[in-house]
């Protein structure tokens, strides 16, 4: 862009085509502009409000929320907890059924993406049909198909569906028995983790050791073992201090258990399928980046197909497969907000929604929200940064 | 001579052959449907029990899905009564009589039946825009984008707002409703996203730091929040940010907020495209002693925006999906329509949810595959040249 050096003898140029001077006065003209608009909306906004008798400013968090949540993961009370509170209530829940939903939509899309690609023809058409039919229709759609369609055409209370006496389901939700944690828990919970530490312990020594020596370690069964056994002799030596308490049924409802809001069932379900349905794309365009030659070489080396695409090809794949990977996990996170539609008691309905409503601080309350979301989204991109770091090739890192 | 010199020295080699044998036929099993079958769906226990699996599954569903939707369902009825089980329907399927009476109500809203014809015309025109727009080969496609970007807005705006000077009564947006509505958004999103789209994404590509750092908070700030927010902004914040009196409309104000929350996805996927440009012809475009304006709109755009085709509808399908959302600040697109209708206590039955549902599943899943494979079949047409042969 910079006047070229090499000339000397400069033409003499009239001030009105100089580059620089331009370019201050297009960006001294923008951030005017821009700071006018905000001035008047702000401006605007303040008459607006006083007229409306709305109170600005953050006071509203202290103030007592006086409605009830369907679904507290912390303790709540619709008489003595505050915005505030009810703000984190919706906070957790949103995170809740975001983090499951992730966990969920990956096990799926994995499968069904790596299914696309099955040498079973039937098996790739199914795959291709269920991606070409779920990504092709809106979420909201979905989400109100699976709420209104299929869980409210469930039996009612009486007529639950149940499973094994313990498990019961109907158009208000599933319940399933509840474990209850008694006093003397602390020891086996202590064995249970120190039973993990080892597990891994053992899986680094078992790698170290086939790269020394080339002699394989069996690492799933002896990990399994050193989880499961150490844990259930403590549990039967303490007396079992962990009882399930059954639901029953009642007349009208089925009392004791935990219950699972089919608003919570819908919205996760309908995440885990829609969100899968992109993965398993994202999963077949980074399979397929892999040359066939690297397929062809596991096979050759003796590789069975299974283990070939696990030790071979996926962690090529990966290097592909992360960045959109997790541009589907933040579109779940940001998608997890259509809650509002089924009623879930997310950070959007419970504050954007209801909050909103009672106290009327738009302005507050939508910047918050949008805060949330943005911090959510950073934070996951990080996350998923580093984890690519991890698994590129140290050559490959720039 | 040789070649008779050789004929007899080989009939004098006892053990060589004098005439080539007949071809064996292929091992049984390998070859015609069997084979097939063989190779594709029975290649080893694992996959022979996928298979069958499978086979009962989607036997399974599509014995459902045609039940519901053709064996069992209910074709005439007047009301409710028709839908629900009885003893002479022992299994209702899905209840046409309620989507037949309300059809009009999913296309139009409640815009008035007797100007219900400016609605078909609208319809008619974005049509031809948009196959215009979008077949290559149409005549004269320099015409299409003033048509499309133009014409067009101010046309439907007259037609379906109206306009009293020229005998168009006027009609609320809030009586507009339905199929009407998802297309207005879509297109008004689709229209305006795409200019402001490639000015944010030129933005973002600028030498001017105070306009690279607007336009990339911009971008940044409303692709890292959800739509919905978007929309709540647009429609609790916007009538507080401008004075009282020119507090726009309902659809407006989502009409606002789609178009901006589109334009950051569009800028990304346009900026994709001018990157995908070789230096070269930003220099060339340079060396030419062409402005700013005419090197970007003569040289760089256009190029840019012929290979981002494919990205621009597949933008444009996640926009048609999620104008959907607007359903939650309560404006009555066709899902809203869908809601208020299944609910309706002439015709609530067990059925109707589902019946209303998937009317709005074959509606959408039309729009957006077909426009997908648009976007395919441009995709393996754009890299026709590229193509290694």
């Known amino acids: 862009m910079g006047p070229a050096e090499t000339s000397t003898v400069r033409p003499k140029q009239s001030l009105l085509f100089n580059p620089t001077l331009r370019s201050v006065v297009y960006q001294t003209t923008l951030c005017l502009v821009i700071a006018l608009l905000a001035w008047a909306a702000i401006s605007n906004a303040i008459d607006n409000l006083a007229r409306a008798r709305i109170a600005t400013g953050f006071g509203f968090w202290y103030h007592t929320a006086g409605f009830d949540i369907s679904q507290t993961l912390i303790e709540y009370t619709s008489h003595g907890s505050t915005y505030g509170r009810a703000f984190w209530v919706g906070l957790i829940n949103t995170l809740l059924v975001a983090v499951l939903g992730i966990i969920g939509a990956t096990i799926l899309g994995f499968i069904v993406g790596i299914a696309r690609l099955s040498k079973n023809w039937l098996v790739a058409k199914v795959a291709s049909g269920y991606v070409e039919v779920i990504r092709n229709l809106p979420l909201l759609l979905q989400l109100l198909f699976w709420y209104n369609a299929v869980l409210k055409a469930l039996p009612e209370t009486r007529n639950s569906l149940v499973i094994a006496n313990s498990v019961y389901l109907n158009n208000r939700g599933l319940v399933v028995p509840r474990t209850v944690w008694q006093d003397g828990i602390g020891l086996p919970l202590l064995v249970f983790l120190s039973s993990i530490v080892a597990a891994f312990v053992y899986r680094y020594w078992a790698r170290r050791r086939q790269m020394q020596t080339g002699k394989p370690a069996p690492v799933l069964w002896v990990a399994l073992a050193l989880i499961v056994l150490p844990v259930a002799v403590t549990l039967l030596f303490t007396g079992l201090p962990v009882t399930f308490e059954f639901p029953e049924r009642g007349r009208f409802n089925v009392t004791g258990g935990t219950e699972v809001l089919p608003e919570f069932a819908a919205l996760l379900f309908g995440l885990i399928v829609y969100t899968a349905a992109f993965i398993a794309e994202v999963v077949r365009a980074g399979i397929q980046s892999v040359p066939t030659g690297q397929t062809e070489a596991a096979l050759a080396l003796g590789f069975r197909s299974n283990l070939g695409l696990r030790l071979i090809v996926l962690p090529q794949a990966m290097r592909v497969i992360i960045p959109p990977l997790t541009s589907q996990y933040l579109n779940l996170v940001k998608n997890s907000s259509l809650a509002v539609a089924v009623g879930y008691p997310d950070l959007v309905q419970v504050f954007t929604g209801t909050v909103l409503n009672q106290t009327g601080q738009a302005v507050e309350v939508v910047a918050i929200t949008m805060a949330v979301y943005l911090s959510i989204s950073l934070f996951t991109s990080l996350a998923m940064n580093i984890y690519n770091r991890a698994i590129t090739p140290v050559g490959d890192r720039s | ?389």
């Open chain 2, 1 to 389: 001579m040789t070649m008779a010199e050789g004929e007899l020295a080989r009939a004098e080699i006892a053990f060589v052959r004098g005439a080539y044998v007949a071809p064996l036929p292929p091992p049984p099993g390998t070859t015609g449907a069997i084979g097939w079958m063989r190779a594709n769906l029975f290649s080893s226990v694992f996959n022979s029990i996928l298979t069958v699996v499978m086979l009962v599954f989607v036997v399974w569903l599509g014995v459902e899905i045609v039940n519901f939707l053709i064996r069992d369902a209910v074709w005439t009825g007047a009301d409710r009564a028709a839908c629900i089980v009885s003893p002479e329907h022992p299994r209702v399927g899905a209840c046409w009589p309620f989507v037949w009476e309300r059809l009009n109500y999913f296309i139009y809203g409640s815009y008035p039946v007797a100007e219900r014809w400016r609605v078909d015309i609208f319809f008619a025109m974005l049509a031809v825009g948009v196959v215009w727009i979008l077949w290559l080969d149409s005549p004269r496609r320099d015409l299409a984008a003033g048509y499309f970007f133009v014409v067009l807005p101010i046309c439907s705006f007259v037609l379906l707002h109206g306009m009293q000077t020229i005998g168009l009564p006027i009609v609320d947006t809030s009586l507009w409703g339905g199929v009407l509505v998802t297309i207005v958004v879509a297109a008004v999103g689709i229209v305006v996203s795409l200019p402001l789209g490639i000015l944010l994404a030129l933005g973002r590509r600028s030498d001017m730091p105070a306009v690279r750092i607007l336009s990339v908070i911009f971008i940044e700030f409303v692709r890292g929040v959800p739509l919905i927010t978007v929309l709540f902004m647009a429609s609790v914040m916007l009538p507080l940010f401008v004075p009282e009196d020119l507090s726009p409309d309902k659809l407006l104000r989502a009409l606002i907020g789609i178009a901006l929350f589109a334009s950051a996805y569009m800028a990304e996927v346009v900026r994709a495209g001018l990157q995908a440009i070789p230096r070269g012809q930003y220099e060339a475009g340079n060396a030419l002693a062409l402005k700013y304006w005419q090197r970007m709109g003569l040289i760089i755009l256009p190029q840019a925006l012929r290979v981002t085709i494919p990205n621009i509808v597949n933008t444009t399908i996640g926009l048609f999906k999620d104008t959907t959302l607007v359903f939650i600040v309560g404006i009555f697109d066709l899902l809203k329509t869908i809601e208020a209708a299944r609910i309706d206590p002439k015709w609530a039955s067990p059925v109707t949810s589902a019946t209303g549902y998937a009317v709005g599943a074959i509606f959408y899943w039309v729009f957006c595959y077909s426009m997908s494979r648009y976007a395919r079949h441009m995709e393996t047409r754009l890299s026709a040249g590229r193509e290694r042969r």
